[in-house]
């Protein structure tokens, strides 16, 4: 796990210096253990900082791209975040423990992998997490982040951004990849969108929409 954590540390620290925030996601990711969300068969590859398969061609993203995600969110403790594309269930736990007592939902609408991943997140004591099956766009809850772990097309942009609109809170932060490409982050300031890209690029399966 330790070569793991070293390999996050170092990659956050290309964009920031390393500081409380970076240094709660390594300890959230030293706590919430990546070997119980990979499949058994990859249990021995849980640590490396590689994207692994789950299943129903969908994957665990690399350990560094997750942190990198979760430094650009901002998160803070009592803070309502809305993940979308819960996958094994690892990221949303992340999540839950670093904003504790915030409410975290996750969204996931592969069954098999929602199954999975409510099986994943009992052996931690999360007691501020909810995990749904269905589509996110039937949620009416607005939050102050929100992270989707699944990539859009660039003709999707405006889609998105219309969910920050309807669904951030004020001061939100919604962060989304795309399938190739860099990290689109949203920000609501006074119900205004702003709209950034990260200079970094990455490789997401798509979103299901």
């Not at 069954?111 to 269905?134: H, P, R, S, V």
């Not at 609501?188 to 929409?209: A, C």
């Amino acid at each position: 796990m330790q070569n793991m954590l070293n390999s996050v540390r170092r990659y956050l620290s290309f964009f920031e210096e390393i500081g409380e925030r970076e240094d709660k996601i390594l300890e959230t990711m030293k706590k919430i253990n990546r070997e119980y969300f990979v499949p058994e068969n990859l249990r021995a590859l849980a640590y490396l900082d590689e994207v692994l398969p789950i299943g129903n061609e969908q994957t665990i993203s690399q350990p560094s791209t997750v942190a990198r995600m979760l430094q650009i969110l901002e998160l803070k403790k009592g803070e309502d975040v809305l993940e979308i594309g819960t996958g094994s269930g690892w990221n949303v736990g992340l999540i839950a423990e670093i904003v504790k007592p915030g409410k975290v939902m996750g969204y996931e609408i592969i069954e098999e992998l929602y199954k999975n991943a409510k099986e994943n997140l009992k052996k931690f004591d999360f007691g501020n997490l909810e995990i749904k099956i269905g589509d996110f766009r039937d949620e009416k809850r607005k939050f102050d982040r929100i992270i989707f772990t699944a990539g859009i097309e660039f003709e999707q942009e405006d889609f998105i951004e219309g969910y920050a609109k309807e669904h951030l809170r004020n001061n939100g932060i919604l962060v989304c990849p795309y399938r190739k490409g860099p990290l689109m982050i949203l920000k609501n300031k006074d119900g205004k969108i702003r709209r950034d890209f990260t200079q970094e690029e990455y490789v997401f399966v798509p979103l299901v929409l």
